[in-house]
């Protein structure tokens, strides 16, 4: 089960400024043709391919149909997923949202970068970067696709796309990432 997708669409990292912009302006966020930003936004609806949307949906109607929620073996619910050798002094409750609360809801009445909150894990560059999708709506449902609820057809999985990439100048691939709805309660 391939929980990250590879396509085979590439876009190149621009960072220049467009040319149609005023000497000692920066056009932010970049607009030029063949600048990253456009290339994410020209497609303005997620998971536009259908190669990768199918693979999401097989994966998730196949959890549906066998009444069992989808458990990511490579996060499983155990200390080992949040820590490398040692053990967390405090213990954690795995659990999710529908057994936390009676009416869990993914994104309710659009996203704030003030919905993000941090917990323990320190992983505020993570949380930084989600906390700015959510000034872009077609940047955020480009990445987090909209179709996704707690109840039809919930099965436990959530689809992510992201560009992954580093460095100028270099070529970024645009994954799809399957990830399961279940959230840790410290207790």
């Known amino acids: 089960m391939a929980l990250v997708e590879e396509t085979s669409v590439k876009v190149a990292l621009e960072t220049e400024a467009s040319p149609d912009v005023p000497e000692g302006k920066t056009d932010y ?11 994410i936004l020209s497609r303005n609806e997620a998971v536009k391919d259908a190669k990768r949307l199918k693979n999401f949906l097989e994966l998730r109607d196949k959890y549906v149909h066998k009444k069992v929620l989808f458990e990511d073996p490579l996060f499983p619910p155990n200390d080992s997923s949040l820590w ?12 999710r949202p529908t057994e936390i609360c009676d009416n869990p809801q993914f ?6 970068r003030t ?7 320190g992983d505020c560059w993570l949380l930084a970067a989600i906390a700015c999708l959510t000034l872009n709506d077609k940047l955020l449902y480009r990445v987090i696709p909209s179709d996704q609820s ?38």
Do not use: M, R
């Open 84 to 95: 490398y050798s040692s053990k967390f002094p405090i213990e954690f409750e795995w659990k």
């Open 107 to 112: 994104i309710i009445d659009g996203a704030s």
């Open 29 to 39: 966020p970049f607009t030029a043709s063949n600048s990253i930003y456009t290339a």
């Open 150 to 187: 707690f109840t039809e057809n919930y099965a436990g999985i959530f689809h992510f796309q992201v560009l992954y990439g580093h460095g100028q100048n270099h070529l970024g691939t645009i994954q799809s990432i399957y990830v399961d709805s279940g959230p840790t309660k410290l207790y």
């Open 115 to 121: 919905d993000i909150c941090q917990g323990e894990l």
